[in-house]
């Protein structure tokens, strides 16, 4: 069963609006959450983290928001640059456990000029 | 800055050949992993290690082994190459104890693996 979910596979916006990566998921054990981003031909890149005692980090032109009551994360990216296209991995993990990462599958995200 | 190398970035092996996939990190981490990535299905944890000579398995172990002789080096092994083991392959490492709060897994720039 898929613990971490990223139901939209691709998104595409416009070069300065805003992008929104979206993640769900089922293990209410997870109490830590990552961003990575993923250029063809690279390794993954750690983006931005949040823990579940908070719902919202910013950095700089990235801000994740948690709701823990729905199991929901967000990615935001404003203003959403060509060079942002890449694509996006959510991760969960749960302190004190394996201190493994869980992934989704993945959004792809492409920003026009 | 932590690097991660994996020695080869593609390789082509024939259906049946034993493969050895080798990572290496420079920063005395604790912790390695090995991930393959498959389009529609993201990342999918292999196996892992905590320490040396220590091994755990991940989601999908099956046709695959591990070394970790050196805390530096992590080694993947595909005792006998199918064309389903076709894939980007991803090594990983991270500190122990602290977990992804303060040390979130750096990659390596994968090796794309294509089985005949």
Request: charged share 20%.
């Amino acid at each position: 069963d898929q613990q971490v979910k990223q139901n939209s596979p691709s998104l595409s916006v416009q070069e300065g609006r805003i992008s929104i990566l979206n993640c769900d998921y089922t293990n209410s054990m997870f109490d830590y959450f990552l961003w990575y981003k993923k250029y063809p031909a690279e390794g993954p890149t750690f983006l931005i983290s949040i823990s579940s005692i908070k719902d919202k980090n910013e950095d700089g032109r990235f801000t994740v928001f948690l709701n823990k009551s729905a199991k929901h994360l967000s990615l935001h990216i404003v203003p959403s640059q060509p060079g942002d296209s890449a694509v996006y991995f959510c991760a969960a993990s749960a302190t004190g456990g394996s201190e493994k990462l869980v992934f989704g599958k993945g959004t792809k995200l492409t920003v026009n000029p | 800055d932590v690097k991660v190398t994996q020695s080869s970035r593609y390789l082509v092996k024939r259906t049946g050949e034993k493969v050895f996939l080798e990572c290496v990190q420079d920063m005395d981490h604790e912790n390695m992993f090995w991930y393959r990535q498959d389009p529609g299905l993201g990342l999918r944890l292999i196996y892992f290690s905590y320490d040396v000579k220590m091994k755990e398995k991940g989601d999908i172990p099956e046709g695959y082994s591990v070394s970790r002789e050196k805390k530096e080096r992590f080694s993947l092994i595909l005792e006998s190459a199918s064309t389903n083991q076709t894939s980007m392959y991803l090594c990983a490492s991270s500190s122990a104890g602290q977990g992804p709060p303060n040390s979130p897994l750096h990659f390596g720039n994968g090796t794309r693996l294509t089985v005949t």
